[in-house]
Protein backbone atom coordinates (compact mmCIF):
# COMPACT_ATOMS: atom_id res chain seq x y z
CA UNK A 1 0.00 0.00 0.00
CA UNK A 2 1.38 3.10 -0.88
CA UNK A 3 1.01 6.25 1.16
CA UNK A 4 -0.03 9.74 -0.41
CA UNK A 5 1.93 12.35 0.89
CA UNK A 6 -0.13 16.26 0.08
CA UNK A 7 2.88 18.71 0.39
CA UNK A 8 1.76 22.59 0.42
CA UNK A 9 4.01 24.71 -0.75
CA UNK A 10 5.16 27.37 1.54
CA UNK A 11 3.00 31.09 0.55
CA UNK A 12 4.96 33.40 -0.98
CA UNK A 13 3.42 36.31 1.23
CA UNK A 14 4.66 36.27 4.68
CA UNK A 15 2.13 37.01 7.49
CA UNK A 16 0.72 40.15 8.12
CA UNK A 17 3.32 41.56 10.82
CA UNK A 18 6.67 40.65 8.88
CA UNK A 19 5.07 41.78 5.49
CA UNK A 20 4.02 45.29 6.69
CA UNK A 21 7.86 45.05 8.55
CA UNK A 22 9.38 44.42 5.57
CA UNK A 23 7.47 47.64 3.69
CA UNK A 24 8.35 49.95 6.43
CA UNK A 25 11.91 49.02 6.37
CA UNK A 26 12.12 49.68 2.49
CA UNK A 27 10.69 53.42 3.63
CA UNK A 28 12.50 54.04 6.55
CA UNK A 29 15.84 52.71 5.62
CA UNK A 30 16.11 51.31 1.99
CA UNK A 31 14.62 53.81 -0.58
CA UNK A 32 16.28 57.43 0.17
CA UNK A 33 18.37 58.81 3.03
CA UNK A 34 16.42 60.84 6.18
CA UNK A 35 17.89 64.09 5.19
CA UNK A 36 15.92 64.29 1.89
CA UNK A 37 12.08 65.41 1.68
CA UNK A 38 10.80 63.05 -0.12
CA UNK A 39 11.71 60.49 2.76
CA UNK A 40 9.31 63.00 4.71
CA UNK A 41 6.75 62.36 1.94
CA UNK A 42 6.75 58.85 1.58
CA UNK A 43 6.94 58.02 5.14
CA UNK A 44 4.43 59.92 6.15
CA UNK A 45 2.27 58.76 3.15
CA UNK A 46 2.72 55.20 3.95
CA UNK A 47 2.05 55.60 7.69
CA UNK A 48 -0.78 57.58 7.36
CA UNK A 49 -2.33 54.94 5.33
CA UNK A 50 -2.05 52.28 7.79
CA UNK A 51 -3.09 54.80 10.49
CA UNK A 52 -6.36 55.67 8.97
CA UNK A 53 -7.13 51.63 8.02
CA UNK A 54 -6.58 50.75 11.43
CA UNK A 55 -3.81 48.37 10.23
CA UNK A 56 -1.68 47.88 13.24
CA UNK A 57 1.99 46.71 11.80
CA UNK A 58 3.22 45.78 15.20
CA UNK A 59 6.10 47.45 17.50
CA UNK A 60 9.35 45.24 15.54
CA UNK A 61 8.33 46.94 11.95
CA UNK A 62 7.64 50.32 14.02
CA UNK A 63 11.61 49.86 15.61
CA UNK A 64 12.57 50.83 11.83
CA UNK A 65 11.60 54.44 13.33
CA UNK A 66 12.99 54.13 16.69
CA UNK A 67 15.89 56.74 15.76
CA UNK A 68 13.87 59.45 13.65
CA UNK A 69 10.96 59.47 16.82
CA UNK A 70 13.71 59.83 19.14
CA UNK A 71 15.44 63.17 17.54
CA UNK A 72 12.24 64.45 15.82
CA UNK A 73 12.28 67.89 18.06
CA UNK A 74 16.11 68.21 16.95
CA UNK A 75 14.94 67.78 13.48
CA UNK A 76 11.68 70.02 13.85
CA UNK A 77 13.65 72.99 14.94
CA UNK A 78 16.25 72.84 11.86
CA UNK A 79 13.65 72.04 9.56
CA UNK A 80 10.06 73.95 10.79
CA UNK A 81 9.69 74.50 7.22
CA UNK A 82 8.59 70.72 6.85
CA UNK A 83 6.90 70.97 10.35
CA UNK A 84 3.41 69.10 8.33
CA UNK A 85 5.81 65.74 7.71
CA UNK A 86 7.64 65.87 11.12
CA UNK A 87 3.70 66.13 12.94
CA UNK A 88 1.86 63.43 10.50
CA UNK A 89 4.69 60.93 10.97
CA UNK A 90 5.03 61.50 14.78
CA UNK A 91 1.24 61.12 15.10
CA UNK A 92 0.93 58.76 12.88
CA UNK A 93 3.93 56.74 14.81
CA UNK A 94 2.07 57.10 18.66
CA UNK A 95 -0.89 56.33 17.16
CA UNK A 96 0.11 52.63 15.45
CA UNK A 97 1.22 52.09 18.82
CA UNK A 98 5.10 53.68 19.68
CA UNK A 99 5.52 54.77 23.08
CA UNK A 100 6.23 58.34 23.81
CA UNK A 101 4.84 61.83 24.21
CA UNK A 102 6.73 63.88 21.12
CA UNK A 103 3.88 64.08 19.08
CA UNK A 104 2.34 66.37 21.90
CA UNK A 105 5.23 68.05 22.57
CA UNK A 106 6.15 69.16 18.59
CA UNK A 107 2.28 70.24 17.93
CA UNK A 108 2.57 72.50 20.95
CA UNK A 109 6.19 73.98 19.88
CA UNK A 110 4.77 74.36 15.91
CA UNK A 111 1.49 75.79 17.59
CA UNK A 112 3.63 78.53 19.70
CA UNK A 113 6.14 79.32 16.57
CA UNK A 114 2.82 80.01 14.66
CA UNK A 115 3.56 77.76 11.81
CA UNK A 116 0.94 77.73 10.08
CA UNK A 117 0.66 81.08 9.38
CA UNK A 118 3.22 80.57 6.97
CA UNK A 119 0.79 78.76 4.73
CA UNK A 120 -0.52 80.47 1.87
CA UNK A 121 -2.76 77.58 0.78
CA UNK A 122 -6.15 77.03 2.38
CA UNK A 123 -5.39 73.38 1.81
CA UNK A 124 -2.20 73.35 3.73
CA UNK A 125 -3.98 75.83 6.66
CA UNK A 126 -6.99 72.37 6.17
CA UNK A 127 -4.28 70.06 7.42
CA UNK A 128 -2.00 72.09 9.84
CA UNK A 129 -5.62 72.10 11.39
CA UNK A 130 -6.35 68.85 11.62
CA UNK A 131 -2.92 67.80 12.15
CA UNK A 132 -3.25 69.73 15.31
CA UNK A 133 -6.72 69.03 16.31
CA UNK A 134 -5.16 65.35 16.75
CA UNK A 135 -4.03 66.62 20.09
CA UNK A 136 -6.54 69.03 21.29
CA UNK A 137 -4.56 72.02 20.15
CA UNK A 138 -6.16 74.92 18.10
CA UNK A 139 -3.69 76.65 15.80
CA UNK A 140 -2.86 80.50 16.49
CA UNK A 141 -4.98 83.14 14.66
CA UNK A 142 -7.51 80.18 13.61
CA UNK A 143 -9.20 81.46 10.55
CA UNK A 144 -13.26 81.35 11.24
CA UNK A 145 -13.71 81.15 7.14
CA UNK A 146 -11.42 78.88 6.42
CA UNK A 147 -13.46 76.02 6.37
CA UNK A 148 -16.44 77.80 4.39
CA UNK A 149 -13.85 79.14 1.60
CA UNK A 150 -13.29 75.33 1.37
CA UNK A 151 -16.14 74.31 0.63
CA UNK A 152 -16.95 76.88 -1.98
CA UNK A 153 -14.26 75.74 -3.73
CA UNK A 154 -15.36 72.08 -3.56
CA UNK A 155 -18.75 72.92 -4.70
CA UNK A 156 -18.04 74.45 -8.19
CA UNK A 157 -18.12 71.07 -10.03
CA UNK A 158 -17.38 72.88 -13.12
CA UNK A 159 -13.32 72.98 -11.92
CA UNK A 160 -13.73 68.76 -12.13
CA UNK A 161 -15.37 68.53 -15.20
CA UNK A 162 -11.92 69.45 -16.59
CA UNK A 163 -7.92 67.93 -16.46
CA UNK A 164 -6.77 69.43 -13.60
CA UNK A 165 -4.95 67.18 -11.44
CA UNK A 166 -4.14 69.57 -9.02
CA UNK A 167 -7.38 70.69 -8.10
CA UNK A 168 -9.08 67.10 -8.06
CA UNK A 169 -6.20 66.10 -5.56
CA UNK A 170 -7.03 69.10 -3.19
CA UNK A 171 -10.68 68.22 -3.71
CA UNK A 172 -10.01 64.33 -2.47
CA UNK A 173 -7.34 65.68 0.46
CA UNK A 174 -9.98 68.11 1.42
CA UNK A 175 -12.58 65.14 1.91
CA UNK A 176 -10.12 63.38 3.68
CA UNK A 177 -9.29 66.43 6.64
CA UNK A 178 -12.70 67.49 6.75
CA UNK A 179 -13.88 63.91 7.78
CA UNK A 180 -11.08 62.94 9.83
CA UNK A 181 -10.27 60.32 7.43
CA UNK A 182 -13.42 58.66 7.96
CA UNK A 183 -14.40 58.94 11.23
CA UNK A 184 -17.02 61.95 11.10
CA UNK A 185 -19.57 62.97 8.54
CA UNK A 186 -17.81 65.58 6.15
CA UNK A 187 -21.31 66.85 5.68
CA UNK A 188 -20.53 67.74 1.88
CA UNK A 189 -23.81 69.25 0.05
CA UNK A 190 -24.78 67.69 -3.22
CA UNK A 191 -22.64 70.06 -5.01
CA UNK A 192 -19.36 69.13 -3.73
CA UNK A 193 -20.24 65.12 -4.14
CA UNK A 194 -20.83 66.19 -7.70
CA UNK A 195 -17.26 67.49 -7.66
CA UNK A 196 -16.30 64.37 -6.68
CA UNK A 197 -18.36 61.86 -9.33
CA UNK A 198 -17.17 64.26 -12.25
CA UNK A 199 -13.61 64.07 -10.70
CA UNK A 200 -13.95 60.33 -10.94
CA UNK A 201 -15.45 60.62 -13.97
CA UNK A 202 -11.72 61.63 -15.31
CA UNK A 203 -9.37 60.16 -13.34
CA UNK A 204 -11.43 57.09 -15.12
CA UNK A 205 -11.33 58.24 -18.49
CA UNK A 206 -7.09 58.87 -17.72
CA UNK A 207 -7.07 55.61 -16.63
CA UNK A 208 -5.26 56.95 -13.02
CA UNK A 209 -6.05 54.55 -11.13
CA UNK A 210 -3.78 57.26 -8.15
CA UNK A 211 -6.15 59.86 -8.81
CA UNK A 212 -9.48 57.32 -8.64
CA UNK A 213 -8.19 55.66 -6.01
CA UNK A 214 -8.28 58.66 -3.96
CA UNK A 215 -11.91 59.85 -5.44
CA UNK A 216 -12.93 56.18 -4.28
CA UNK A 217 -11.65 56.58 -0.87
CA UNK A 218 -13.42 60.26 -0.58
CA UNK A 219 -16.81 59.05 -1.81
CA UNK A 220 -16.83 56.43 1.02
CA UNK A 221 -16.03 59.36 3.32
CA UNK A 222 -18.54 61.31 2.25
CA UNK A 223 -21.32 58.47 2.20
CA UNK A 224 -21.25 58.13 -1.36
CA UNK A 225 -21.23 54.26 -3.00
CA UNK A 226 -18.24 54.78 -5.99
CA UNK A 227 -19.37 53.26 -9.02
CA UNK A 228 -18.63 48.98 -9.22
CA UNK A 229 -17.01 49.74 -12.57
CA UNK A 230 -14.36 52.17 -10.83
CA UNK A 231 -14.14 49.51 -7.93
CA UNK A 232 -13.32 46.42 -10.10
CA UNK A 233 -10.80 48.49 -12.52
CA UNK A 234 -8.82 49.30 -9.28
CA UNK A 235 -9.00 46.39 -7.65
CA UNK A 236 -7.48 44.70 -10.94
CA UNK A 237 -5.22 47.54 -11.33
CA UNK A 238 -3.83 46.80 -7.68
CA UNK A 239 -2.70 43.09 -8.45
CA UNK A 240 -0.84 44.11 -11.73
CA UNK A 241 1.66 46.21 -9.72
CA UNK A 242 5.08 44.72 -10.21
CA UNK A 243 7.15 44.71 -7.27
CA UNK A 244 11.40 44.86 -8.47
CA UNK A 245 14.04 44.68 -5.28
CA UNK A 246 17.90 44.99 -4.95
CA UNK A 247 19.95 47.81 -3.58
CA UNK A 248 20.48 49.42 -7.12
CA UNK A 249 16.82 49.59 -8.79
CA UNK A 250 15.67 53.31 -9.23
CA UNK A 251 12.87 54.81 -6.60
CA UNK A 252 11.68 56.91 -9.60
CA UNK A 253 8.35 54.74 -9.48
CA UNK A 254 4.90 54.01 -8.98
CA UNK A 255 4.93 54.07 -5.38
CA UNK A 256 2.44 56.47 -4.25
CA UNK A 257 -0.10 55.03 -6.88
CA UNK A 258 0.53 51.15 -5.52
CA UNK A 259 0.03 52.90 -1.81
CA UNK A 260 -3.79 54.17 -2.65
CA UNK A 261 -4.51 51.69 -4.29
CA UNK A 262 -3.39 49.51 -1.26
CA UNK A 263 -5.50 51.48 0.87
CA UNK A 264 -8.63 51.43 -1.58
CA UNK A 265 -8.57 47.59 -0.83
CA UNK A 266 -8.59 47.72 2.35
CA UNK A 267 -11.26 50.46 2.31
CA UNK A 268 -13.63 47.82 0.59
CA UNK A 269 -12.75 44.98 2.97
CA UNK A 270 -10.36 43.47 0.48
CA UNK A 271 -6.77 41.91 1.14
CA UNK A 272 -4.42 44.87 1.09
CA UNK A 273 -0.79 44.76 0.94
CA UNK A 274 -0.41 41.55 0.22
CA UNK A 275 2.65 41.22 -1.81
CA UNK A 276 5.58 39.39 -1.28
CA UNK A 277 7.58 42.50 0.24
CA UNK A 278 11.54 42.07 0.96
CA UNK A 279 13.56 43.97 3.52
CA UNK A 280 15.32 45.41 1.04
CA UNK A 281 15.38 48.51 -1.41
CA UNK A 282 12.33 47.82 -3.91
CA UNK A 283 10.13 49.87 -6.34
CA UNK A 284 6.54 49.74 -7.29
CA UNK A 285 5.30 49.42 -11.24
CA UNK A 286 2.03 49.34 -12.12
CA UNK A 287 0.80 47.36 -15.40
CA UNK A 288 2.56 48.83 -18.44
CA UNK A 289 -0.20 49.50 -20.58
CA UNK A 290 -3.56 51.60 -20.34
CA UNK A 291 -5.24 52.99 -22.91
CA UNK A 292 -5.83 56.59 -22.31
CA UNK A 293 -8.22 58.79 -24.60
CA UNK A 294 -7.89 61.87 -22.99
CA UNK A 295 -5.54 63.42 -25.08
CA UNK A 296 -7.78 62.03 -28.05
CA UNK A 297 -10.64 63.34 -26.76
CA UNK A 298 -9.16 66.88 -26.16
CA UNK A 299 -8.01 66.91 -29.60
CA UNK A 300 -11.15 65.84 -31.18
CA UNK A 301 -13.02 68.21 -29.20
CA UNK A 302 -10.86 71.36 -29.76
CA UNK A 303 -11.06 70.48 -33.43
CA UNK A 304 -15.01 71.02 -33.69
CA UNK A 305 -14.67 74.31 -32.68
CA UNK A 306 -18.76 76.03 -32.94
CA UNK A 307 -19.65 72.76 -33.85
CA UNK A 308 -18.79 71.40 -30.05
CA UNK A 309 -22.24 70.65 -28.36
CA UNK A 310 -22.61 69.86 -24.68
CA UNK A 311 -24.87 67.05 -25.38
CA UNK A 312 -23.25 63.64 -25.29
CA UNK A 313 -26.56 61.77 -27.26
CA UNK A 314 -25.13 64.66 -30.16
CA UNK A 315 -21.33 64.44 -29.72
CA UNK A 316 -21.14 60.50 -29.52
CA UNK A 317 -21.49 59.60 -33.15
CA UNK A 318 -18.69 62.70 -33.39
CA UNK A 319 -16.20 60.78 -30.86
CA UNK A 320 -16.82 57.02 -32.49
CA UNK A 321 -15.45 58.98 -35.70
CA UNK A 322 -12.44 60.67 -33.90
CA UNK A 323 -11.44 58.36 -31.33
CA UNK A 324 -9.46 54.76 -31.48
CA UNK A 325 -11.32 51.62 -30.88
CA UNK A 326 -9.23 51.26 -27.22
CA UNK A 327 -10.24 54.89 -26.26
CA UNK A 328 -13.88 54.56 -27.50
CA UNK A 329 -13.88 51.68 -25.21
CA UNK A 330 -12.61 53.80 -22.21
CA UNK A 331 -15.36 56.25 -22.90
CA UNK A 332 -17.85 54.27 -23.19
CA UNK A 333 -17.38 52.10 -20.06
CA UNK A 334 -17.09 55.57 -18.25
CA UNK A 335 -20.38 56.44 -19.65
CA UNK A 336 -21.48 53.82 -18.30
CA UNK A 337 -20.09 54.26 -15.06
CA UNK A 338 -22.04 56.77 -13.33
CA UNK A 339 -25.05 58.91 -13.68
CA UNK A 340 -23.25 62.15 -13.52
CA UNK A 341 -21.95 61.18 -16.96
CA UNK A 342 -23.96 63.65 -19.30
CA UNK A 343 -23.52 66.26 -17.09
CA UNK A 344 -19.81 65.90 -16.49
CA UNK A 345 -19.89 65.79 -20.53
CA UNK A 346 -21.45 69.00 -20.98
CA UNK A 347 -18.63 71.01 -19.03
CA UNK A 348 -15.88 68.71 -20.50
CA UNK A 349 -17.37 70.01 -23.93
CA UNK A 350 -16.71 73.71 -22.85
CA UNK A 351 -19.61 74.34 -25.58
CA UNK A 352 -20.53 76.80 -23.54
CA UNK A 353 -17.60 78.94 -23.49
CA UNK A 354 -16.66 78.78 -27.59
CA UNK A 355 -17.93 82.60 -28.22
CA UNK A 356 -15.58 85.48 -28.59
CA UNK A 357 -13.34 86.47 -25.57
CA UNK A 358 -13.49 90.28 -25.46
Not at 53 to 82: H, N
Not at 197 to 222: R, V, Y
Not at 271 to 292: E, I, N, P, Q
Not at 322 to 341: G, I, K, Y
Amino acid sequence: MTNVIHLTPPSRINPQEARLGALLSCFADHRRHRDDVFWLKENAEVLSILEATGTRPGDAALDAYAEFYQTVEKRLRFFPQYYRFFLSITLDLEDLGMQGDHGERIVDWACAQDLPRAELSDLQRMEAQRLMSRRDVTPRGCDPTLEDRVRYFMARSETFALPNKKAAYELSHLVFYLSEYGRCDPQLDADAKRSLHFAGILAFIEQNADLLGEICIALHFAGEMPPQLWTDWLTRETSLFTITDGSSVSVQDDYHEFLVCNWHQAMIGDAAFAKGFVDDRMRFDHSVYRATPMREMSEAMFSLDDARSGDWIRMRLQMEDRLSPEAMQVLEQAETSSQHFEAFFHGFARADMSGAVH
